[in-house]
């Protein structure tokens, strides 16, 4: 598997550009925690490991328990989803490359050593020092840019604007304890309409809208914690399919993997 590039995460953000590197011939495996909480699930493949398989865009990942059964789902032609928190599947595949796409705002442990092309997405990396690139994930001018000394613009803490909105297009857990879900992903929502409930504390909708992202119901959250995504565009099939951010992300992804790995990948 020469051409085997490891993704941590399974989020939205990781899972457009692991779809946009399995359609260029990449074998993807894609590393995530036992319960994750990814948000935009309906293109994320993280929720293989909650239903064993799962497809974005006619790109389909399975659950792998181990090596043996992560080789037998890539020569299958699947993307490989493995519960690995550690990421010590990375020291036993030995891959070309690794993307580190968690979006923690910093970095959890990545190192530049980890592979012969390593790239970290968003602010926590700097290009030459704990990654050979970053690539830029601020909504804006220099979105899926790939800098290869420095780092990415930090971090603000607001959500990019949105159909007008920012922050008050995201859904945050107003107390602590266990998410249940009122609403699916893709259902049209008006201001003040229930969403879900945190226990028996109700979250309602900030503003009117399409679902684009909804927490699983049944894991546990935190007070403040972002459990949903409101698009005010309110386009419903937008719920289903890679965002403009994600393939921008993973079009500087690509352009990353072929500038540092070009004589690997043959490229002039």
């Not at 399975?62 to 059964?69: F, I, K, N, P, T």
């Not at 020092?129 to 000394?149: C, P, Q, S, W, Y």
Request: hydrophobic share 45%; aromatic share 4%.
């Amino acid at each position: 598997m020469n051409n085997l590039v490891v993704i941590k995460g399974g989020g939205d953000l990781a899972s457009g550009t692991a779809h946009r590197l399995a359609r260029c011939g990449f074998t993807l495996v894609m590393l995530e925690i036992a319960q994750p909480t990814v948000i935009r699930r309906t293109v994320s493949y993280a929720e293989a490991i909650f239903k064993g398989k799962c497809s974005v865009e006619g790109v389909t990942a399975e659950l792998a328990h181990g090596v043996d059964e992560v080789q037998a789902i890539v020569n299958a032609g699947n993307i490989a989803v493995a519960v690995d928190p550690a990421w010590s599947l990375v020291d036993k595949l030995k891959p070309a490359a690794v993307i580190d796409a968690v979006l923690a705002k910093k970095n959890l442990g990545t190192g530049i050593g980890e592979a012969p092309v390593v790239i970290g997405l968003g602010p926590g990396f700097t290009a030459g020092v704990d990654v050979h690139a970053v690539v830029e994930t601020m909504r804006g001018h220099n979105l899926g840019r790939v800098i290869l000394k420095g780092t990415a613009e930090p971090n603000t803490g607001i959500p990019g604007i949105i159909g007008g909105y920012g922050k008050e297009r995201v859904l945050r857990a107003p107390a602590e304890g266990i998410f249940h879900g009122e609403k699916e992903i893709g259902d049209q929502v008006v201001k003040g309409e229930l969403v879900a409930k945190i226990d028996d504390v109700p979250l309602v909708a900030t503003i009117d809208g399409v679902l684009r992202g909804l927490l699983k119901s049944g894991l546990k959250v935190h007070e403040g914690m972002k459990v949903g995504d409101i698009d005010p565009r309110a386009t419903r099939e937008n719920c289903f399919t890679i965002s403009d951010k994600s393939r921008a992300i993973a079009g500087g992804v690509l352009e990353a993997l072929l500038y540092l790995g070009r004589d690997r990948w043959g490229v002039n």
